[in-house]
């Protein structure tokens, strides 16, 4: 499902210099498999998911997801491929203020095979317990909620690889085994490859493959 060969990754620094932040040899993850990269911050956790998202391309290497190399689409084709092959829980949750809990998931459908399920978004927000709060703003929702929205919203489009970053480091204690066992269970059923990164042991220990980012990642960078 997911192929990642010879990836690096570099950004310039004010000096000029080159900061390495990627260099991977190999990453793989089966189609279906459930699997954490755990790494301190500054290890390059998000810097890969943006690379295997193709919101931001290596300066080499391939990136294989689903049989395609994402790496050599033009920019148009890496986020139509995205929309229509990728579900992506943000952390910051990213969600339109001015829409509704079920636009937001519906706008999200429109980005990849151009048509809005009404009743695909209706049953994933009755999925993360918020069919009563369909016709609320992202401003009137607790941010446990908004997240719940986020994750509904990442598996519009049935991904064949759904990406989080960090999703229970906004949500407080309460919810956030909730949010987990929520990505959990819908991948699982729809046979979702997932990768979540974060820092948190306590979401790392309730996962059979657990990979440390510092020992995959040779780089010698500093920065997400």
Same mark, same amino acid.
Not at 22 to 49: A, D, H, P, W, Y
Not at 70 to 86: C, Y
Not at 145 to 161: D, G, I, K, S, T
Not at 193 to 217: C, G, K, P, W, Y
């Given at each position: 499902?997911?192929?990642?060969?010879?990836?690096?990754?570099?950004?310039?620094?004010?000096?000029?210099?080159?900061?390495?932040?990627?260099?991977?040899?190999?990453?793989?993850?089966?189609?279906?498999?459930?699997?954490?990269?755990?790494?301190?911050?500054?290890?390059?956790?998000?810097?890969?998911?943006?690379?295997?998202?193709?919101?931001?391309?290596?300066?080499? =290497? &391939?990136?294989?997801?689903?049989?395609?190399?994402? #790496?050599? !689409?033009? $920019?148009?084709?890496?986020?139509?491929? /995205? @929309?229509?092959?990728?579900?992506?829980?943000?952390?910051?949750?990213?969600?339109?203020?001015?829409?509704?809990?079920?636009?937001?998931?519906?706008?999200?459908?429109?980005? =990849? &095979?151009?048509?809005?399920d009404?009743?695909?978004? #209706?049953? !994933?927000? $009755?999925?993360?317990?918020?069919?009563? /709060? @369909?016709?609320?703003?992202?401003?009137?929702?607790?941010?446990?909620?908004?997240?719940?929205?986020?994750?509904?919203?990442?598996?519009?489009?049935?991904?064949?690889?759904l990406?989080?970053?960090?999703?229970?480091?906004?949500?407080?204690?309460?919810?956030q085994?909730?949010?987990?066992?929520?990505? /959990?269970?819908?991948?699982?059923?729809?046979k979702?490859?997932?990768?979540?990164?974060?820092?948190?042991?306590?979401?790392?220990?309730?996962?059979?493959?657990?990979?440390?980012?510092?020992?995959?990642?040779?780089?010698?960078?500093?920065?997400?």
């Amino acid at each position: 499902m997911l192929l990642l060969e010879d990836v690096r990754k570099s950004f310039v620094e004010p000096n000029g210099r080159q900061l390495p932040v990627l260099n991977i040899q190999r990453f793989s993850v089966e189609r279906g498999e459930q699997m954490v990269l755990i790494g301190r911050s500054g290890c390059g956790k998000t810097t890969l998911l943006h690379v295997i998202a193709g919101i931001s391309r290596p300066d080499s =290497g &391939r990136v294989m997801i689903h049989g395609v190399d994402v #790496t050599r !689409l033009a $920019e148009a084709g890496r986020d139509r491929f /995205r @929309a229509e092959n990728l579900g992506y829980v943000f952390q910051t949750f990213n969600l339109l203020p001015g829409f509704s809990a079920l636009e937001n998931v519906m706008l999200g459908m429109t980005f =990849g &095979r151009g048509k809005a399920d009404r009743r695909r978004a #209706t049953q !994933l927000l $009755e999925r993360v317990g918020l069919a009563d /709060r @369909a016709d609320h703003k992202p401003t009137t929702m607790s941010v446990g909620e908004q997240q719940r929205v986020a994750v509904a919203r990442a598996l519009a489009n049935h991904p064949r690889l759904l990406l989080a970053d960090e999703p229970t480091a906004n949500v407080d204690p309460g919810n956030q085994q909730h949010i987990i066992d929520l990505i /959990r269970q819908t991948c699982s059923d729809e046979k979702i490859s997932l990768v979540i990164v974060t820092h948190a042991m306590e979401v790392a220990e309730q996962f059979d493959r657990v990979d440390r980012l510092e020992e995959i990642n040779t780089a010698l960078g500093t920065t997400t």
